[in-house]
């Protein structure tokens, strides 16, 4: 018997899920109309497996059990049931994070995880002045930052990246690193919640020494990544685990172009990094994209339009198969 076709899905948006972070906000505002009732915020999750949907026949629902539901609709008919590949957040540093480092897939599978950690940073915002860490420098070794973690000077060994608005830092796994104040960051990286802190400024918070340790690289491919500019895009990444794109919408945009020309059918996420849109088609109510508001793209959505409705800063994220990176 023949596989039945795969039914349609519509575009949804995410609900922002607003995570304490001792290191956050207190008010997100005008970025989001947020203000802590507790700790500080300093992680908006847009992608997280317990994110919940916001609109469509599928509101309410937890983003991990819509994977679980329905992969090849939201993924493409012929790849392996997974769980939603990627976390994206909004990141809001008021101070500075701990100098930490995430496993590579093999290491996390050697501790029982079911992958490693490899993101990158999209600056949405940078004050003068703004950094980050990335990287070891050049003559540091692991039985030197042992002993800088012990007397709290690994900073010392620390590769300083000053930030700009609109640039791409890409962070691979095995990678020491660190954010510091000054920042608005657009984190994509692969769905796996696991750091291990190297150091954290004397906070009371648990640090991974050993593990960190092991995880480390000495040399790896982080650092700023220079777009690629095409003649509807520029392409901000294209990693082994997720690809991202800043589109231009020019009044409005068809989903096929929005595609581009030979990609397949599979997940995207639509991030307004500022201005807003609507996404219509035939057979869904239409979809707001608001300022800093996510939608998820199914592969078996129906074609539709993307208007502009002002201002809109488009970006694009997909996932990436580790066979299919280019």
């Not at 957040?89 to 480092?101: D, G, I, N, R, Y």
Request: aromatic letters at 8%.
């Amino acid at each position: 018997m023949a596989a039945l076709p795969t039914p349609a899905l519509p575009p949804f948006r995410m609900e922002p899920r607003f995570v304490a972070r001792v290191w956050g906000y207190s008010d997100l505002r005008p970025w989001f109309d947020k203000v802590a009732e507790g700790d500080p915020i300093g992680e908006v999750w847009l992608t997280g497996d317990d994110s919940l949907v916001a609109t469509g026949p599928h509101a309410g629902k937890r983003l991990d059990a819509l994977f679980r539901e329905a992969h090849e609709a939201l993924l493409g008919e012929g790849v392996p049931a997974t769980e939603s590949p990627l976390l994206i957040k909004v990141l809001f540093a008021e101070q500075k994070l701990s100098v930490q480092v995430h496993p590579d897939d093999a290491m996390a599978r050697k501790y029982g995880l079911p992958r490693g950690k490899t993101e990158c940073w999209y600056a949405l915002a940078a004050k003068p002045g703004a950094e980050v860490a990335v990287g070891l420098k050049t003559a540091a070794t692991l039985d030197q930052v042992r002993e800088e973690i012990r007397t709290g000077t690994l900073e010392s060994s620390l590769n300083l990246l000053p930030v700009e608005k609109g640039d791409l830092i890409y962070v691979d796994a095995g990678t020491v690193h660190a954010i510091w104040p000054g920042s608005v960051l657009l984190e994509t990286q692969q769905n796996a919640d696991v750091t291990y802190r190297m150091y954290d400024y004397g906070r009371p918070r648990e640090l991974h020494i050993e593990r960190s340790l092991e995880a480390a690289k000495l040399e790896t491919r982080a650092g700023k990544v220079s777009p690629t500019l095409l003649e509807d895009r520029t392409v901000l990444l294209d990693s082994e685990y997720f690809r991202m794109e800043k589109i231009p919408v020019n009044g409005s945009r068809t989903s096929e172009s929005l595609r581009g020309a030979g990609s397949r059918r599979g997940l995207a996420w639509l991030f307004a990094a500022a201005g807003a849109g609507r996404l219509a088609g035939a057979g869904f109510e239409p979809v707001e994209l608001p300022a800093r508001g996510m939608v998820g793209v199914p592969a078996a959505t129906p074609e539709f339009v993307l208007d502009n409705l002002g201002g809109l800063e488009l970006i694009r994220i997909t996932p990436n198969q580790p066979d299919q990176a280019s």
